[in-house]
């Protein structure tokens, strides 16, 4: 299920000076190892992007270009579905991005299957120029009922506060549970294929060191993942203008649990909409697209 939008939260009256540098695209990855080659060699058509592969140690070998604009995470961990292990991967490459290039401007976070909707160049130069510190989906939980928008609320509030996640499973069992959330502290959920301009991607790194009860709390939850980030990134940022808008096109089947394979007849969708990224791909169902978007973006 697709969560709602929300609208965007923010703070007025401050200045809105965008911080000048490369954008850091980190890239989750495990399988597929020439379709991440093809996504890479995408993103190094931008001027300044810098890529930062976090590759999970149980798939393919890679076959990447040679750059000082390509890296390769550190200490990549196995990344699995539901569990805290791909919440962590998704901390640890963005607090990376931020150690690696200190100077970047943002951190947009993708998987393997993603692709880029339009020139890089264009990416780059909408994110240079826009006043919002951070796109994400994102929805704020109550912690009773009574306040909810839509049906997907009532769903997270019983995962990350009346359930308890099996040690090495993504599965959960109800319990009575004691939380950090309230008024001042909410839970926030959303996807964890995050956009972070560079106070938003200060903030959730600094968040995390002030906080680390949250974040002890969200990963004994089943799919940390689309908790950990969100509510870091909105507890005690007033400051912060984070639009509600993930920026990719997705397609959603009624009744699937993940999104359709894109292909060619999203194609027009996929180049009018104004997003950054279209996910998902599939490097042998997908390449009809993926051909015809590489095609638009040279033109």
């Known amino acids: 299920m697709s969560p709602p939008s929300p609208a965007s939260s923010s703070s007025e009256g401050r200045p809105r000076a965008r911080p000048a540098g490369p954008v850091v695209v980190g890239v989750l990855s ?6 991440l080659r093809r996504l890479v060699d995408r993103l190094l058509d931008g001027e300044e992007t810098v890529v930062l592969v976090h590759h999970d140690p149980r798939g393919p070998e890679l076959d990447l270009p040679r750059s000082d604009r390509v890296l390769l995470a550190r200490s990549p961990v196995e990344c699995r579905w539901g569990r805290p292990s791909l919440a962590r991967a998704v901390l640890g490459t963005a607090t990376e991005a931020r150690d690696r290039v200190p100077e970047l401007s943002w951190f947009l976070l993708v998987s393997g299957q993603d692709y880029p909707c339009r020139p890089i160049g264009d990416i780059e130069r909408e994110l240079a120029s826009n006043d ?7 929805f704020e939980v109550p912690t009773v009922p009574g306040a909810d928008e ?20 993504h599965r959960s069992l109800p319990l009575p549970r004691r939380h950090p959330f309230d008024q001042r502290t909410p839970l926030v959920v959303g996807d964890m294929w995050v956009n972070l301009g560079r106070r938003a991607l200060d903030h959730l790194i600094e968040q995390r060191a002030r906080r680390p009860e949250l974040e002890r709390y969200l990963m004994t939850c089943s799919v940390p993942d689309e908790a950990v980030v969100t509510t ?10 984070v639009v509600g808008d993930r920026r990719r096109y997705i397609r959603w089947v009624q009744g699937e649990a993940h999104p359709a394979v894109l292909g060619l007849q999203d194609l027009e969708a996929i180049s009018t909409g104004g997003d950054f990224f ?5 490097g042998d169902l997908s390449r009809p697209l993926l051909d015809a978007l590489d095609a638009r973006a040279q033109r």
Do not use: C, F, M
């Open 30 to 35: 495990h399988r597929d190892a020439p379709l």
């Open 232 to 241: 870091l990134l909105h507890d005690g940022a007033e400051g912060l203008r």
């Open 278 to 282: 279209a996910r998902k791909v599939d």
């Open 150 to 169: 839509h049906p997907w609320q009532a769903v997270t509030r019983r995962r990350y506060l009346h359930r308890r996640r099996l040690p090495r499973s």
């Open 132 to 138: 919002a510190d951070a796109y994400l989906r994102w």
